[in-house]
């Protein structure tokens, strides 16, 4: 166990990694809003593994959050986060005020259409905006070889994936696996919102996974696996934002004819007030 080095300036943040990659250590990097779980520090394990330092950043970013979400009562505690990241041996933690990264007068933002346009994109106007923003940003600030970044995210990581190619950033974006409680539920910070009832109704997201994967394989068409999986999710009064099988890079409505390409299947739905997102990968047809 080791004590990480809290930096707060950006400046500081970048020339420390810069000056250790010069003595040839490879740094991973791991963005975080904070309320860290063990989804998280699978990343900080992952990026351990492959790399010499590791450094995770804590910023509740202001701009990927709508007027309605819940930035003011996103779970912080950064005492918590420290402690845990410690235990893991993250050499720095990047962790700024906003101000650092939106300087006053700031007014650039980056947009971004392909993956960012469906789903998330529809639902809430703006924060691709803000996650290709802030990612740029951190990315500035911590120049590291690798970024890690958690597969539960799909759409997110695909966000990501663009405006590296697209900017030719000099990062390779790691996508690591969902990490899920002994019940299932796909670790999240706003799983803290979900009442003891709320939970239990919230397992039935992973079991309708589990059913569609097993009807994939069997053949079964993709508008039935789909309904199947509302029918579930709706019968224990969770409200459905979407349930779709879709390209796993495009997003795009997979058809009968085309289902023996990649395939992922993407759900966001409300249990409660409480907004939750999963998805699944789905084996290759071919």
């Known amino acids: 166990m080791s004590t990480p080095l809290v930096i707060r ?18 740094i991973g990097f791991v963005p975080t809003m904070g309320s860290l779980h063990a989804g998280h520090t699978s990343l ?11 450094v995770t950043s804590i910023f509740v970013n202001p701009s990927q959050f709508g007027p309605q979400e819940d930035f003011e009562r996103y779970p912080r505690d ?10 893991h041996d993250v050499r720095w933690i990047f962790a700024p005020d906003v101000h650092e ?6 007014s650039t933002r980056i947009e971004i259409s392909g993956p960012a346009e469906p789903y998330e994109g529809q639902l809430r106007p703006g924060h691709f905006s803000g996650v290709a923003t802030i ?13 890690y970044f958690g597969a539960k995210d799909w759409q997110q990581v695909l966000v990501v ?25 796909a670790l999240s910070s706003r799983n803290a919102y979900l009442s003891e009832s709320e939970r239990t109704r919230a397992q039935t997201i992973y079991a309708a996974l589990q059913q569609a994967e097993e009807n994939w394989c069997r053949g079964l068409a993709i508008d039935k696996i789909e309904l199947k999986v509302r029918d579930m999710l709706s019968a224990r009064e969770i409200r459905i934002d979407y349930a779709d099988i879709v390209h796993d890079e495009s997003l795009r409505k997979i058809s009968e004819v085309s ?20 998805n699944l990968l789905l084996p290759s047809q071919t």
């Not at 994936?161 to 539920?185: A, F, W």
């Not at 289902?259 to 907004?275: D, E, K």
Request: with cysteine; hydrophobic share 40%; aromatic share 4%.
């Open 9 to 26: 300036d950006r400046n500081t943040m970048r020339n420390l990694i810069l000056t250790n990659q010069t003595m040839g250590r490879r």
């Open 78 to 87: 950064f005492d918590a986060d420290f402690n845990l990241l410690a235990q």
């Open 259 to 278: 289902r023996n390409t990649p395939a992922i299947f993407l759900i966001a739905c409300h249990v409660g007030s409480t907004r939750l997102i999963d």
């Open 135 to 147: 990612v740029f940003r951190l990315l500035q600030s911590t120049p590291a070889n690798t970024v």
């Open 161 to 185: 994936r663009q405006m590296v190619r697209d900017l030719g950033l000099d990062v390779e974006v790691m996508t690591c696996p969902i990490v899920r409680d002994k019940d299932g539920l």
């Open 101 to 106: 990264m939106y300087p006053p007068g700031d």
């Open 44 to 54: 900080v394990d992952r990026a351990m593994a492959e790399c010499d330092d590791v």
